[in-house]
């Protein structure tokens, strides 16, 4: 009697296990295509190779491989950060929705403190934005890129960002 209600309750367990990753992947499909559509809202060309001098055309973005898109706004200025840096990150964040949600801390008006990150450490950061700090390397550097879910800020929800990211380096 034990060993049967024992070996139903591992099977309900399982079904339940099942449903759920089901259910993530296709919330990972839903998140595709969220991305896609944004991307064709706005026009956006997907480049098939990384600019060698990081010059990105208006509508043009990079898509790397473990999810994130890039495009260079404006290069930066002065020597190339190094881990360890001192980062004060000013930025704005988009849902890809049609009508999005947007926060936004561009400027001491919208957040009087700008967000002060070390580049190379994923406190108060994430993986998206670490591999965009990599990409736009120096001080000053402006970039918009979008995160996946899987790389972002939230573990507990499959939701995209669209980010406009600019950086200055802390002087030592």
């Given at each position: 009697?034990?060993?049967?209600?024992?070996?139903?309750?591992?099977?309900?367990?399982?079904?339940?296990?099942?449903?759920?990753?089901?259910?993530?992947?296709?919330?990972?499909?839903?998140?595709?295509?969220?991305?896609?559509?944004?991307l064709v809202r706005n026009n956006i060309v997907l480049l098939d190779e990384f600019p060698a001098d990081t010059v990105f055309g208006a509508n043009?973005?990079?898509?790397?491989?473990?999810?994130?898109y890039f495009q260079m706004i404006e290069k930066g200025v002065g020597d190339t950060l190094r881990t360890g840096d001192k980062l004060v990150l000013r930025y704005k964040q988009?849902?890809?929705?049609?009508?999005?949600?947007?926060?936004?801390?561009?400027?001491?008006?919208?957040?009087?403190?700008?967000?002060?990150?070390?580049?190379?450490?994923?406190?108060?950061?994430?993986?998206?934005?670490?591999?965009?700090?990599?990409?736009?390397?120096?001080?000053?550097?402006?970039?918009?890129?979008?995160v996946p879910s899987k790389l972002g800020r939230n573990d507990s929800e499959v939701i995209p960002y669209v980010y406009e990211l600019k950086i200055r380096r802390v002087p030592k």
């Open positions: 009697m034990k060993i049967r209600f024992f070996g139903t309750m591992l099977l309900l367990l399982l079904l339940v296990a099942c449903e759920n990753s089901n259910n993530y992947s296709q919330l990972l499909k839903a998140e595709e295509e969220l991305i896609d559509n944004w043009e973005m990079y898509h790397f491989e473990d999810g994130i988009s849902t890809l929705d049609v009508y999005p949600m947007v926060e936004d801390y561009w400027t001491t008006q919208d957040r009087p403190y700008p967000n002060e990150i070390t580049y190379g450490s994923l406190t108060n950061s994430c993986e998206g934005w670490q591999e965009a700090f990599e990409l736009m390397k120096k001080s000053e550097a402006h970039a918009r890129i979008i």
